[in-house]
């Protein structure tokens, strides 16, 4: 079975430095990868969608970006990091197309 | 295009009552749907599935779902609720290459 390895657990960042999260699957090849974020006392956000290498969907504006280098891995990253990017990263897999999504433990950034 | 919305945004129940959450989705054609559980401070968690068949679906820890089409509905139901179920819960349903989440509902169990 897949597995979802997310780093680091938690983050404390600086305003205007920069973010790098990773997120990297086991158990499974060519998955839908999936970064949401998660605010205080909200519901899920979804940033990005990856459905292959190289190939990432953007569902909102914003600071942020995101990569998939390779089938298994999806990073996310900012070069100027804002109070309003705090949260709560979760990256999620997705075997097939309407398929349920797997999660990673998720990494709690605070900008400072 | 697919939407889930969620009735309840904090539910609060004592030890042994009912639980029953609301989710209903937009989407007219065939649907996969899911709830989720985010315990404090942890990931989500798939509590249970439907992708076709019983509308009655079964999932982990006692939860169980109820599928109906007329009612663009999926709610979530528990017949007795335990302190540990205290956690936020999530309808979702994948739409094309999205996954769609509703904005969660607060469950808050009193011992």
């Known amino acids: 079975s897949q597995t979802i390895h997310q780093w680091p657990a938690t983050l404390v960042q600086p305003v205007g430095s920069p973010l790098s999260l990773e997120c990297t699957v086991e158990g499974t090849s060519n998955p839908n990868l999936y970064w949401y974020r998660q605010a205080a006392g909200r519901g899920l956000q979804l940033l990005f969608y990856s459905i292959g290498i190289g190939q990432i969907s953007s569902e909102v504006p914003q600071n942020l970006s995101a990569s998939r280098p390779q089938d298994r891995q999806f990073i996310l990253s900012s070069k100027k990091l804002l109070l309003s990017d705090s949260g709560f990263y979760l990256c999620?897999?997705?075997?097939?197309?309407?398929?349920?999504?797997?999660f990673g433990q998720g990494t709690r950034l605070t900008v400072v | 295009a697919q939407s889930v919305s969620q009735h309840n945004h904090h539910v609060i129940l004592s030890e042994a009552a009912s639980l029953e959450l609301g989710c209903n989705y937009s989407?007219?054609?065939?649907?996969?749907l899911f709830w989720y559980v985010q315990y404090p401070g942890q990931h989500l968690q798939l509590l249970l599935k439907?992708?076709?068949?019983?509308?009655l679906v079964k999932g982990i820890k006692g939860f169980e779902a109820e599928f109906i089409k007329s009612k663009f509905s999926f709610n979530l139901r528990k017949p007795s609720v335990q302190w540990s179920d205290t956690a936020e819960y999530f309808c979702?349903?994948?739409?094309?290459?999205?996954?769609?989440f509703g904005p969660g509902t607060r469950l808050s169990v009193l011992p």
């Open positions: 989407y007219g054609g065939t649907v996969n």
């Open positions: 999620a897999c997705q075997l097939r197309e309407g398929a349920e999504a797997f």
């Open positions: 439907y992708f076709s068949g019983d509308p």
């Open positions: 979702a349903s994948p739409y094309g290459q999205n996954f769609v």
